[in-house]
């Protein structure tokens, strides 16, 4: 008689809505050569998890195990690793058993055109964790496909420490929790990755440089612009945990721009709202801005009181959601910037290509490169331990640890917003 696989306790997602499940599963092999099977030790619920758990994802979900942030120890190698690997990303040829990781929510093969340019998120091979074409990491295993160009290796700082302007950073690693290490897995890149579209966008350019559109290098006959033009007014809508991450990364940036800022934090919940302030509060150094946190009708008097009615020169939209769209389109000013980083599914956009036109609204759309932006996000992460580096406190971003046991039950509260970030730990 055949012995039967090993087994793992997994949470697993049945169609067609609300219904999660905690059972024994077989433990996940290497079945390609660039496998790597990593013993979970923390996994993340994300707020992206609900739209399979409400039954919004594609008609043709199936049962699998969901999760995509992970931390973990890597406990099987497949043959591609190894020294006598040459010419491909270095972990296939350093990363060793015991290692701990951490992961992007995607998989990423490192090696193609849109790797090497740094996007990440769309290699033609990678492929989202937590979906009926990979199972995911709120298990006790996960399997990581194209693990050397995934994966960074926490064990070897070494091996990824030169993409940070200051290398010394990676020595503040051993002083920081699993719990707030796991946020590099998806929800602080993308918060990051928010703000950097915006920060990084041409339409800014004038406010940032004092000299008035088009941007041109060298010119010496540019108008500049008078002080008062000169205030950044920035929106962020949805509180929820990357929108909590986007908040605190654009107050970190603004502050070391060192123009004047005012930002309005939305969220229809007022314990987000509250929440939100007080994390503002407890930021040393915030410059020279103001903060505060409204729900969407209190924000669109917010606004229109800072601006004389003109608008946010960027709206972050965090939600995923039309009714986010349209609150964005209405907040932002003619030729402002709407970048959305919010998991959005079957229903149409709120507005047309004439509405775009008509407002010279530039609107970056799309899921994060999380691995690209992993260097950035690290930064930030030690920089605010005083935010992300605490479990269950009225401030911090991770709200409790529970055992995978508890999977139903924290999906319904998370969906509910009873609960903040959790984590779950498989083996307890």
């Not at 999660?20 to 993340?44: H, N, Y």
């Not at 994300?46 to 406990?75: K, N, Q, W």
């Not at 507005?351 to 036109?357: A, E, S, T």
């Not at 490169?369 to 030690?382: D, Q």
Request: net charge negative.
């Amino acid at each position: 008689m055949a012995q039967e696989p090993p087994t793992q306790k997994a949470v697993r997602w049945y169609p067609p809505s609300y219904d999660i499940r905690v059972e024994s599963v077989p433990i996940p092999e290497i079945t390609e050569p660039d496998d790597v099977i990593v013993k979970i030790k923390l996994a993340g619920l994300c707020g992206s998890d609900l739209h399979a758990y409400r039954g919004d994802g594609d008609d043709d979900m199936t049962p699998h195990i969901p999760g995509h942030e992970f931390i973990g120890e890597v406990v099987k190698l497949g043959s591609s690793f190894g020294e006598h690997a040459t010419g491909r990303p270095g972990l296939y040829s350093s990363l060793k058993i015991g290692d701990k990781v951490v992961s992007p929510f995607t998989t990423n093969c490192g090696e193609c055109r849109a790797c090497r340019l740094g996007i990440t998120c769309r290699c033609p091979q990678g492929t989202l964790f937590g979906c009926p074409a990979l199972d995911g990491a709120q298990a006790q295993y996960v399997r990581v496909p194209k693990a050397g160009g995934t994966l960074f290796n926490l064990s070897d700082p070494k091996s990824w420490s030169d993409l940070l302007p200051n290398a010394n950073v990676a020595e503040a690693l051993s002083t920081i929790s699993d719990s707030s290490l796991l946020l590099l897995a998806d929800i602080l890149p993308t918060g990051v990755f928010a703000v950097a579209q915006a920060l990084n966008h041409p339409k800014l350019v004038p406010i940032l440089t004092g000299v008035a559109w088009p941007p041109r290098e060298g010119s010496t006959t540019a108008n500049t612009i008078p002080s008062e033009d000169r205030t950044l007014t920035f929106a962020i809508i949805g509180l929820g945990p990357v929108g909590i991450c986007a908040s605190v990364a654009l107050v970190d940036r603004l502050a070391a721009i060192g123009l004047p800022y005012r930002i309005v934090a939305i969220d229809t919940y007022a314990a987000r709202r509250e929440n939100m302030e007080k994390i503002f509060g407890q930021i040393s150094n915030h410059g020279n801005g103001e903060f505060v946190a409204r729900s969407p009708e209190e924000a669109r008097t917010t606004v229109k009181e800072w601006t004389s009615g003109s608008g946010c020169n960027a709206v972050l939209e965090v939600v995923g959601h039309p009714s986010a769209l349209t609150l964005a389109y209405d907040l932002v000013q003619p030729f402002g910037i709407i970048t959305s980083v919010g998991v959005h599914g079957k229903p149409q956009l709120p507005f047309n290509g004439g509405n775009l036109y008509d407002k010279n609204v530039s609107f970056d759309f799309g899921r994060c490169p999380a691995r690209a932006m992993f260097p950035m996000a690290f930064e930030l992460l030690v920089k605010r331990q005083d935010v992300f580096g605490q479990v269950g406190t009225p401030t911090s971003l991770v709200d409790r640890i529970v055992s995978v046991d508890q999977a139903a039950e924290m999906y319904r509260a998370f969906d509910k917003r009873e609960v903040g970030k959790v984590l779950f730990d498989p083996w307890e």
